[in-house]
């Protein structure tokens, strides 16, 4: 897997290529500003971009942008964002181009470097990783709403993992029950809510955060 | 001694166009303004006020001109910007209502008044001592004849005019008029300009006014500065450098016991990652607290949108604004909807909140309306007379309007100029 990395503090950009690289992945560039990564992702096509939002030289969201810049000039371009904080809103901007591949999380979640890593992977493979605190600020938000009050305590979980963006399989690993116990679960919780049923992980996301959405 | 009886003379048709103006300009405004006033409770002022003002202005505007080419005069002009220009009745309402609450306008009017009166009586006396001077030289130049003889004795000034000695006198005093104007002329001029301008400059009292509040707002400033680095301190003392230290020592343990015993090696640094993952979402809460992320990258637009998609309630957000303003203002009102947003939450009871910001006219004006039950006030000990301390910090101004059963609004103005 080739990536494009960036992120302006030195210690956490060597900190990620060390890790990136320990599981097998190329680092083609670890740059440290917008500008750099622009160029970064236009002349090494790369599997997967991992960005820090804010980056030098405006500090403010640039990293984010150039992102999406470059999602528009090449459609479907996996990006993983890197934030130290969450926002709904760059999620929103994120996804909104319904073409997947496209991940958001806290920077804390590289303490666990296997599924930092496997997140990696699930956006370079056209998925999507969203940190679960976007998920639960979503739900929390939601959870007055009709139908999702609907959905029992186990089906609520099952959902929170499905939007993270794992599969059945990893749903059924994480909550060690059978996958055919998790497909029932996702089928119930399409059918509450109205959705069509799909067996595509980004679709999945894509419509629980378009339901949650609807405000 | 020519250039000074050259300015005497030319101050003197300077007083004579005063006070025509005065006498007749001034006369006319004061007289229309009163009327004007006074048909207010009828409707029709509402419209005529306005314009009539602004004649006013313009006329006090000139004044203020003349003040300083001719006398070298100046009198400050304090006039409040006209707010935005709304359309229809209550636009027009809003105009005239806005007009007359500005001190200048009352300035105003009270220096139309002197003017037709102090102001033309002293603006007068320049040309008056002129032509006073030269009717005594004509008197005695042989005016004197038909004068009497059309109506017996004539009183020049004081003196009775009856035959050519007295009309001789006549002469004498009236050339020493006119060496008195030559001297006093100028300072007559600027004495009416002078008593202009003790009408029109804004009042010491307003100045105090604004001290005063200047001074309270900047205790209040330094006070809530104070209280949040101390709060701040406190948070990083007893949070973040706390875990931070817990994680050392763990790790120092984990150290010595790495080779003896490696099981409760691994149990120290699962601890120790958790410290450090409490130690950051602290650290993020903090800087949440001092300046939200999201209002440094993207300004006060898209973190109001932010909020409001982490609210419980249905909340539309109307942003009309193009670049950013100042980081201390976009900080303070970001905060200041943040309070407003909680408490129509909290209290508020209603199930839709909007939001609109906009930046008009070099302030920033931010309206927060939730449906819910009303009864929301800036009391001693509400959140919103917090808001309005720090929003008064900027002069900027809160205003509450709930009456009960609802609608509750909360808006805000600050001045400001937008990047």
Same mark, same amino acid.
């Given at each position: ?13 060597? %900190?990620?290529?060390?890790? +990136? ?7 083609? #560039? ?7 990564? &622009? ?24 990293? +984010? ?29 994120? +996804? ?9 999380? +806290? ?17 370079? %493979?056209? %998925? ?11 739900? &929390? ?25 794992? &599969? ?12 055919? #116990?998790?497909?029932?679960?996702? &089928? ?18 894509? #419509? ?8 | ?10 101050? !003197? ?8 103006? =005065? ?11 009163? @009327? ?24 006090? $505007? ?85 004068? @009497? /003889? ?28 006119? @060496?008195?104007?030559?001297?006093? $002329? ?24 604004? *001290? ?37 020592? $763990?790790?120092?343990? *984990? ?13 120290? *640094? ?18 949440? !607290? ?53 408490? =129509? ?25 939730? $449906? ?7 009391? =001693? ?6 808001? /309005? ?31």
């Amino acid at each position: 897997m080739r990536v494009v990395l960036a992120e302006d503090l030195f210690l956490l950009r060597d %900190g990620l290529v060390r890790m +990136l690289e320990a599981f097998g992945c190329e680092v083609l #560039a670890a740059v440290e500003s917008g500008p750099e990564l &622009s160029k970064a992702l236009a002349e090494l096509e790369p599997d997967v971009a991992v960005v820090d939002v804010r980056l030098p030289p405006s500090h403010t969201d640039e990293g +984010l942008q150039c992102a999406l810049a470059a999602r528009r000039a090449r459609p479907g371009l996996p990006v993983l964002v890197l934030s130290q904080h969450v926002e709904q809103l760059y999620a929103r901007e994120l +996804l909104a181009d319904g073409n997947g591949g496209v991940g958001y999380l +806290l920077k804390d979640r590289v303490f666990d470097a296997e599924q930092f890593v496997d997140a990696v992977r699930r956006v370079a %493979g056209g %998925g999507t990783a969203m940190d679960p605190q976007v998920i639960s600020q979503l739900l &929390s938000r939601r959870s007055l709403d009709r139908p999702i009050g609907t959905l029992t305590p186990r089906e609520l979980e099952v959902m929170e993992l499905m939007a993270q963006g794992r &599969s059945n399989t990893a749903i059924a690993t994480q909550l060690v029950v059978t996958e055919r #116990a998790i497909a029932k679960h996702t &089928s119930n919780i399409f059918a509450k809510l109205g959705l069509p049923v799909s067996d595509d992980d980004n679709r999945r996301v894509l #419509a629980v955060l378009a339901y949650l959405d609807r405000g | 001694m020519i250039t000074r009886l050259r300015a005497s003379l030319v101050a !003197g048709g300077r007083g004579l166009v005063l006070a025509l103006t =005065a006498l007749i300009g001034s006369v006319v405004l004061f007289t229309l303004t009163l @009327v004007s006033v006074g048909l207010i409770p009828v409707g029709i002022g509402i419209f005529t006020t306005p314009p009539l003002l602004s004649l006013v202005r313009a006329h006090a $505007n000139r004044r203020r001109l003349l003040a300083a080419q001719w006398s070298d005069v100046r009198i400050p002009s304090a006039y409040r910007p006209a707010g935005a220009a709304r359309g229809g009745l209550a636009g027009q309402v809003e105009r005239c209502v806005g007009m007359l609450k500005d001190p200048a306008t009352r300035r105003d009017v009270q220096w139309l008044f002197t003017d037709i009166t102090a102001g033309a009586a002293v603006a007068v006396l320049a040309p008056a001592l002129w032509l006073e001077g030269l009717f005594g030289l004509l008197l005695a130049a042989g005016l004197w004849k038909p004068v @009497v /003889e059309a109506g017996g004795t004539y009183w020049y000034t004081f003196l009775p005019v009856s035959g050519a000695g007295t009309a001789g006198l006549a002469a004498g005093l009236g050339t020493c008029w006119m @060496v008195l104007a030559t001297f006093v $002329n100028p300072v007559l001029l600027r004495s009416h300009f002078r008593i202009a301008a003790a009408s029109l400059t804004p009042g010491r009292e307003e100045l105090e006014q604004r *001290i005063d509040r200047l001074t309270a707002t900047r205790h209040d400033a330094v006070d809530t500065s104070a209280a949040e680095l101390r709060r701040i301190e406190r948070d990083l003392h007893d949070g973040a450098q706390a875990r931070l230290v817990a994680m050392g020592m $763990n790790l120092s343990t *984990i150290e010595a016991l790495v080779e003896k015993d490696p099981a409760q090696a691994k149990e120290l *640094i699962a601890a120790a990652r958790a410290s450090s993952a409490e130690a950051l979402t602290e650290l993020r809460d903090l800087v949440r !607290g001092i300046h939200p992320p999201v209002l440094a990258e993207r300004g006060l637009g898209d973190a109001v949108r932010a909020l409001a998609l982490r609210l419980p309630v249905p909340c539309e957000v109307d942003v009309e604004m193009t670049g950013r303003v100042e980081a201390p203002v976009e900080s303070a009102a970001y905060f200041a909807v943040s309070e407003a947003l909680t408490n =129509a939450v909290k209290h508020g009871g209603g199930d839709r909140i909007w939001v609109d910001i906009a930046h008009r006219d070099d302030s920033l004006r931010v309206a927060v309306t939730d $449906n819910g039950r009303g009864g929301a006030s800036v009391g =001693a000990g509400s959140g919103l007379s917090g808001v /309005e301390r720090r929003l008064g910090t900027f002069d900027g101004v809160l205003a509450v309007s709930s009456p009960a059963g609802g609608p509750t609004m909360v808006t805000m103005e600050i001045p400001c100029a937008s990047s």
